[in-house]
């Protein structure tokens, strides 16, 4: 090979430049990330105190406040969410990863992926007509249900992933001791995929609770503390939206507040799932 | 040993009992019954979604027919609703967003999968997924008071300088507008993109790498030769996923994009897509046409992108079921 040539030094040379573009490319896309962290925390740091996560917010033109019934209400939303959404993902999981091979366990894992790209907004429509209509009220409850529709193919899809990971000699080992197929599955293969499914969990739940669109028209907003789950409920994603479109400077202030605190919390989940599973992954 | 009741009682022998090659427990059977249940939700709800908003968008269907898509008149006084001012907004800014997040997004899938150290992989493909975990109304506060004023004072002066005798750069700066609503929804369909690019490409089997470089390739030579050709579909099933969830977004963009129902070339001018109109207008709305339209409007952007998905699907599990060598 004439390695002094100049055909040489110009592939080199366009080797360069292509691989120039894409480290250039990744840095291009961790800017916003980082501009997004730095306003978040420079501009919400001075709205968190006490009084952030046990008052109300204050009609305009007061200082002060807090958003504690949006605080309460998120948790509200995302506590309904997981207990809608997990028990059916689960199981629905576990039917793909045990009888995964038929044509309707191929139609359900795509129905799954496709369900996962439909706009979160559709889902608070079909909520709205089902729910909301149906009860004549904005509630938590439907708020819950919008989000739990959201969880469920991803949970569904973890757990069948998770569960194929589960080596099967456990399986052989638990039926050759007598017992039936559907207690090894329960008792062996899930329990030993049961902390890899919670990471997951823990990543559909850091998900969902930034949502706003499904909880539009389905929990609403309440400027005061909900009694129930069938009350229309304020949650930080909402208030986000309503307070930074809104006019007011303090209000905007309370938006950026709200946003650390969501931001932090979604953060902190992805991260320490990130981190269990390094160190399950080193453990074995 | 569990105590198995008669299952000739039950059941004679069917096609489980069969292909477990013993008598089937009644308890599998009934474990498989239950699991199959809930797995069939997630088809029912799908379908049962589109049925609903099928059913809510009747009444608009039956009145506009096609020219709900056709007409730009959505006038909410004299009950009069077109949809086409919307469909623009949502497919100009959705192509705004692909020209940008695209060669982006396989810059960092190149680089994740084939140039980056690997000590450095992980973490760099931590924080490119990262940008997904962001919530989407959180990208909104910041396009409103961070990317909005950014675009306004020294982008868009700059753009028009340079580019202005394009149509695309012309007329007022706001800021807000199809331009911030195409940059905010680029970022968020980058990870998405890049991350199943990542996929693909890492499913590209390691025998044609090595062929190349054997040959002599550089590593872009390797890549382009190799792997670019093989994962191809892949790779447009990858932008066409990220397409659907550009066309879907709801949040960031409302915030953003000036929620003005017009048609126009600049990318300066104010928009309005067909997620943000449902997210304005939904809780506002009186009226039982008015109500139906924005069902309607709904149900447009659900099926289109059910169909994207579908699509991007198959082009997706296309590369992983290739020979090894095989051609597209």
Known sequence: MNLGSATYARRHFIDRVVRGSCVLGTVVALVPLASVLYYVLVRGIGGIDLDFFTELPKPVGEAGGGMGNAVVGTLTLVGLACLFGIPPGILAGVYLAEFGHSRFARLVRFSADVMSGVPSITVGLFVYSLVVLTTKHFSALAGGIALAILMLPMVTRTTEELLKLVPESLREAALGLGVPKWRATLRVMLRTALPGIAVGVMLSVARVAGETAPLLFTAFNNRFWSSGVDEPTASLSVNIYANAVSPYEDWHRQAWAAALVLLLTVLLLNVSARFLVRTRVRAR | ?328
Do not use: C
């Open chain 2, 1 to 328: 040993m569990t105590a198995r009741p008669d299952v000739s009682l039950a059941r004679p022998r069917s096609k489980l009992q069969l292909a477990f090659g013993r008598e089937a427990n009644l308890g599998d059977l009934a474990f498989r019954r239950i699991t199959a249940l809930f797995a069939g939700s997630v088809i029912v709800l799908l379908v049962w979604m589109a049925l609903e908003m099928g059913l809510a968008s009747k009444l608009s269907f039956a009145r506009f027919g096609l020219g709900f898509v056709t007409s730009t008149d959505w006038d909410p006084v004299r009950d009069q609703y077109g949809s086409l001012p919307f469909v623009f907004g949502t497919v100009v800014s959705s192509l705004v967003a692909l020209l940008i997040a695209v060669p982006i997004s396989l810059g960092i899938a190149i680089y994740l999968s084939e140039l980056a150290h690997p000590r450095l992989r992980t973490p760099i493909g931590f924080l490119v997924e990262l940008l997904a975990a962001v919530p989407s109304v959180v990208y909104g506060l910041w396009g409103i008071f961070a990317l909005a004023p950014w675009l306004r004072e020294t982008v868009q002066p700059l753009l028009a300088k340079t580019l202005g005798f394009l149509p695309f750069f012309r007329g007022p700066q706001h800021g807000f507008g199809m331009l911030a609503g195409g940059i905010v929804l680029s970022i968020m369909i980058t990870p998405t993109i890049s991350s199943v690019s990542r996929e693909v490409m890492r499913a590209v089997p390691a025998a044609l790498r090595e062929g190349a470089i054997g040959l002599g390739a550089t590593r872009w030579e390797v890549v382009r030769v190799a792997v670019l050709p093989y994962a191809r579909s892949g790779l447009v099933g990858a932008t066409i996923l990220g397409l659907g969830r550009a066309l879907g977004e709801t949040m960031a963009i409302t915030m953003v994009i000036g929620n003005r129902a017009e048609i126009s070339a600049s990318l300066f001018a104010p928009s309005y897509t067909m997620a943000s109109v449902i997210a304005n207008e939904f809780t506002e709305a009186t009226g039982r046409l008015y109500l139906s339209a924005l069902a309607e409007v709904g149900l447009l952007l659900f099926a289109v992108t059910v169909v994207l998905n579908i699509f991007a699907r198959l082009l997706v599990w296309r590369v992983g079921k290739l020979p090894e060598g095989g051609q597209l």
